[in-house]
Structures are given as C-alpha cells and as structure tokens.
C-alpha cells in the first residue's frame, strides 16, 4: 500500500473493529487485542530481547523480498518468536508472498488458516499455500472472523 495510505487505514478499521488497530511503531510492546498494520516501504518483525515481552521492530531487512513489507517475513519472525501459539491467515491475493511464512508456522505447531477459492477474488497467495499442503483450516471470507475468535479463546483457556 502506499505511504499516506495506512495510518488512515487503521484509523478506519480500528472505528469498525472491536480491537485496537493501529499503524505500528518501531520497538511497541505487542498487546493482547491489538491489530499492528505494517507501514508502507518497511517490513514489520516481532522480536524478544532476551527475556522481555515480544516487541514490534520496523527493518528494512531483508532487501531480498519483492514486497515491502512482507508478509512472509512478519510471519516468520512471529512463528519464531511465538511457536506454536503463532495463528497465520492467509486471504485473497496475487503471487505466493504469505507461503513461507505460513510453512513456518505450520512447522512450529501454530494454527494456519486459508480462504477458500470460491470467496477470493485472486485466489492466488491462498493457492500457493494449499499447494505446499499446510493448511489446517479453508474456510469462506466470512468464516475468518469466527476461526480468530476461537482460536484466540481456546488458546485463552489452555
């Protein structure tokens, strides 16, 4: 998305949304209930110093990747850091970016979560990951709000 574009973004969704959301900012502490949007041109990582809480960092590494940010790289960096208790969704879009980072996930014990073909638009970053077989859910657009909720108070319970 372009700069400019993202701070009004989450100021929308967060007055549509039941949680917070918001533009992160470099070195936040990641909250329970907060949605972090990655700015525009920066990847978005989540990192543990030592024994601290988890925090947001912003990088331009890895130079490598084609999208900046990456979905790839945040869902790395958040599988690594969170394990198993790591959720990842992927939903309509072009290309794979979102494939890696879902494999990472599913390799560490997280639940990976898919749109449906018949709900997408572009069914393409979906795809990519269906082909790689690390989905444990497919379910329709307008199932993914339900799939985060319970898997948020399942994992509030354990």
Not at 1 to 13: D, H, W
Not at 15 to 31: G, I, N, T, Y
Not at 50 to 57: G, T, V
Request: with cysteine.
């Amino acid at each position: 998305m372009p700069p400019g574009f993202i701070a009004p973004f989450a100021q929308r969704l967060n007055k549509l949304c039941s949680v917070a959301v918001h533009e992160a900012r470099h070195h936040e502490p990641v909250r329970p209930g907060v949605v972090y949007i990655a700015p525009a041109g920066i990847h978005m990582i989540v990192e543990r110093p030592s024994d601290s809480r988890p925090l947001i960092a912003l990088t331009p590494e890895p130079a490598r990747h084609l999208h900046v940010p990456s979905i790839d790289v945040m869902m790395e960096s958040a599988a690594s850091v969170f394990g198993s208790l790591t959720m990842g969704i992927i939903m309509t879009g072009m290309g794979s970016d979102g494939a890696q980072g879902i494999k990472s996930i599913h390799r560490r014990g997280g639940i990976t979560l898919g749109q449906d073909e018949a709900s997408c638009l572009v069914y393409g970053m979906p795809r990519a990951c269906a082909e790689m077989g690390v989905w444990q859910r497919v379910v329709s657009l307008a199932q993914i709000p339900q799939q985060i909720l319970r898997a948020t108070r399942y994992r509030k319970q354990a």
